[in-house]
């Protein structure tokens, strides 16, 4: 099947052997002929054999494409079986889009598993999403909790609640703890773990009906976010024993592994088996010989594919590139090394929509912007450290502008983004510290050649049904990288894969001498926020503080053993309060920063409030945040902190950083040694990351002392939202930026509905026009459409 002609005696042995195989019991040798029909179908431009497979696979939608081929409409219209085949296929018809045999099962079981605690174990494709919109529809009279992985995926599936609820639906959907009231019923929460955390303490009683846990295969890991992850569901599960949870996940091997600790539900399980994809992968390193490979994963075999030699990554990616594509690198660091690389030989697009695009970013944040650049070249960048308006909006464009053709993403992409693509190259197989682990790798692979592309009306083709994925060896991996082991690793199909659950707070993590003291950790935070919740012995706050820190899910330090440390050091300011960000930072510094473990993973981080040049950066940039400034402004306030640098000094960049300072990590940059332009990138990056560090550290800190009553409330709102005005608070807490929130209530209240008790804002459809018609910055208008209807649903 490499392309050459086959003779008629070769097609017709190739048919045989698919049947032979196609009736075999073993699944792994059914992949196979099905493999071989569609690669037949796609090589000889011949899908009759595939039709008839996919009457017999329930594999509906491939029917349904290949009826339409203008070729094939009179042998199927001539035919009765296909007639009858054909017209049977129309009971898989769901809203439009046909479903495959075990698509319609799952729904149904879905239905009938209302009340239940579920694992449905899908594929990218399968309609999970659609899952939650149906629930939302069907339970009108719920509280339904949506727990999602990243903040960034707060506004998309609020998005699509607000266009997939019922039309004239008026249910509240908050997404974040401060948009609730204790009025409040038959809600949806869109929300992260640690926004959950905070809405629970909040509200001591809510509860929920349904809690839905995307991308649940996370809870296996053992970082910080998996474990409060697990915390949540246990708290939740213990307020109230009917919540049904319903875990989400592309891959796992077996739903028992999301069992976690002091719960009593039974999960269900539903897991999709059908292959619709199959999938081709290809090895090439460029560390040893250069040379193309095909991996067969059922034969376990290498073919070399003859043809041109690629120089690097580069003209490889150059010369496999389909319509679209994704290139995945591990880190943010080295995904802007690698874009200015392909600036150098991508060459330069014209298009009204890009130019557009350059226009406002430009505006929006730097004309200087390296990601302006790489759009005017035809492709696209996004990773963690872009503000999230424009990484969201960087997504639209690849999506949507046909020019934009390459997205050079990290493994955000692993976190349920949906984004249309051909093509998958890997530059490098790791996921932080580790290896990406065979459902990891499957994870990603499957974004490629979604079933919405494949089998879109206007545009979809049956050669999507064997997506392209590029194991490389490229300039970014550990010279020892073996791209053929980890292929044969992740995809061989008779590979054994096992899930391995490492979170303490799962049942099936067995602890040890290594992490019990992790166990205990996490014990000790369940029975400070609910006693007797683990049924283990634990130690309890005694202060004020500490049962604080522990409603906080401060981590950082050792509550109990330094409560009253804190306590007795806060207790010089009782007859005072903090009005200044100079006496916070200083404040937060003695009383909180001295004492984090010295084996946290953000010590180092943390332990720079410690040093005044820290905290005279810290208190600037919060003054930044109380003062509401735009990205543009901070920019631009950035780069004059710099220029007044001592040009000795080193400044810390994180992970941007290429020099070091007390320590073996580079950590660290001369500013002077900078050009204009990577002072503005390094801004930019180091903004997005502070404002984070700021929302998800800094501010638990201000959370405790504004409890204790010890910090002025003007500035605890100004420091969390950036104002102290009611009614644009209203607005950021729905999710819409300081920027956007200004706008709208400077040019556009008209448009806009908000209620300051009730916390609910009401946005007309009509503003988009009338930003457009004012010309306002197109990153702005397409943020406010994550907030309205569109006008057909009024």
Not at 104 to 132: C, Q
Not at 546 to 562: A, H, R, S, V
Not at 632 to 648: C, G, H, V
């Amino acid at each position: 099947m490499s392309g050459s002609v086959l003779s008629i005696r070769e097609q017709e042995a190739l048919l045989t052997l698919a049947i032979i195989l196609l009736n075999v019991g073993d699944e792994n040798c059914q992949e196979l002929g099905y493999r071989i029909i569609v690669m037949y179908g796609n090589l000889l431009d011949n899908y009759v054999p595939l039709y008839d497979v996919a009457i017999n696979k329930g594999y509906i939608p491939v029917l349904k494409l290949i009826e339409d081929l203008p070729k094939l409409r009179s042998h199927f219209s001539e035919r009765f079986f296909n007639l009858y085949a054909s017209s049977s296929a129309e009971i898989y018809k769901r809203g439009g889009i046909y479903l495959t045999y075990q698509q319609r099962n799952l729904s149904d079981f879905f239905i009938h598993n209302k009340t239940n605690t579920v694992a449905i174990i899908a594929p990218t494709s399968y309609g999970k999403s659609e899952l939650i919109i149906q629930s939302c529809n069907d339970n009108p009279n719920s509280n339904i909790c949506i727990l999602v992985p990243t903040k960034a995926l707060l506004a998309q599936t609020r998005q699509r609640l607000i266009r997939g609820l019922v039309n004239g639906s008026t249910r509240k959907i908050i997404t974040h703890p401060e948009m609730y009231n204790a009025d409040d019923d038959n809600f949806i929460a869109v929300l992260t773990q640690e926004r959950l955390l905070r809405l629970m303490r909040k509200a001591s009683n809510l509860s929920f009906d349904t809690v839905f846990i995307d991308e649940a295969h996370n809870l296996l890991e053992d970082d910080q976010r998996s474990v409060l992850l697990a915390k949540t569901i246990i708290l939740l599960g213990n307020r109230k024993q009917e919540t049904a949870f319903k875990f989400l996940t592309p891959f796992l091997v077996d739903a028992v592994s999301l069992s976690v600790r002091y719960t009593n539900f039974d999960i269900h399980e539903f897991k999709i088996t059908e292959n619709i994809k199959t999938e081709r992968y290809y090895s090439i390193n460029f560390k040893t010989d250069g040379q193309l490979k095909a991996y067969d994963q059922f034969l376990d075999a290498f073919i070399i594919v003859p043809g041109n030699r690629y120089k690097n990554e580069i003209s490889l990616i150059k010369a496999k590139k389909a319509s679209k594509n994704i290139v995945y690198l591990n880190s943010p660091p080295k995904i802007e090394r690698f874009s200015k690389r392909l600036l150098s030989v991508m060459d330069p697009i014209d298009d009204p929509e890009i130019a557009i695009a350059c226009r406002d970013i430009a505006k929006f944040l730097h004309s200087d912007y390296a990601l302006i650049e790489c759009l005017r070249h035809g492709f696209a960048y996004h990773h963690g450290s872009v503000p999230d308006v424009v990484r969201l909006y960087s997504e639209h464009l690849f999506s949507n502008c046909k020019k934009v053709s390459i997205i050079i993403t990290s493994s955000t992409l692993l976190e349920g983004v949906n984004i249309p693509a051909e093509k998958l190259f890997l530059l490098e197989y790791m996921k932080g510290t580790r290896r990406l682990s065979p459902s990891q790798f499957k994870n990603l692979s499957g974004r490629v050649c979604r079933f919405s592309e494949i089998f879109d009306a206007d545009n979809g083709s049956l050669t999507m049904l064997e997506p392209c994925i590029y194991v490389v060896g490229s300039e970014y991996v550990r010279t020892d990288a073996n791209t053929d082991k980890f292929l044969v690793d992740s995809v061989k199909v008779d590979k054994v894969i096992k899930d391995e659950p490492i979170n303490v707070l799962l049942s099936g993590t067995p602890v040890n001498d290594i992490n019990i003291d992790d166990k205990v950790r996490a014990d000790q935070f369940l029975e400070n926020i609910q006693q007797g919740i683990t049924g283990e012995k634990s130690l309890y706050a005694k202060t004020e503080v500490g049962k604080l820190c522990f409603q906080n899910n401060i981590t950082e330090i050792p509550i109990i053993e330094y409560e009253h440390a804190i306590t007795e050091e806060l207790e010089q300011f009782a007859n005072t309060t903090i009005s200044t960000p100079e006496q916070l930072l200083k404040v937060i510094g003695s009383a909180f920063i001295r004492y984090i473990a010295e084996d946290h993973t953000d010590h180092d981080k943390l332990s720079r409030l410690m040093n005044d040049r820290a905290q005279h950066f810290y208190t600037m940039f919060v003054k930044w945040r109380m003062r509401s400034a735009s990205y543009s402004q901070m920019i631009k306030s950035f780069l004059t902190y710099w220029e007044n640098a001592d040009p000795d000094d080193l400044s810390y960049v994180g992970k941007w950083g290429d020099k070091t300072l007390e320590g073996h990590r580079t950590l660290w940059v001369n500013i002077s040694e900078k050009s204009q332009q990577e002072r503005v990138n390094l801004a930019i990056v180091r903004i997005k990351e502070e404002q984070d560090f700021l929302d998800n550290t800094i501010i638990t800190f201000v959370e405790i002392l504004y409890d204790l009553e010890l910090v002025d409330e003007d500035m605890y709102l100004k420091i969390k939202y950036g104002t102290a005005d009611p009614r644009k608070i209203v607005l950021i807490r729905h999710g819409i930026s300081n920027t956007l929130s200004s706008l709208l209530l400077r040019k556009y209240p008209t448009f806009i509905s908000i209620d300051v008790k009730a916390n609910v804002v009401t946005i007309n459809p009509g503003i988009i026009q009338e930003m457009q018609d004012n010309a306002e910055n197109s990153v702005l208008i397409f943020e406010v459409g994550f907030y309205v209807k569109p006008d057909n649903y009024f």
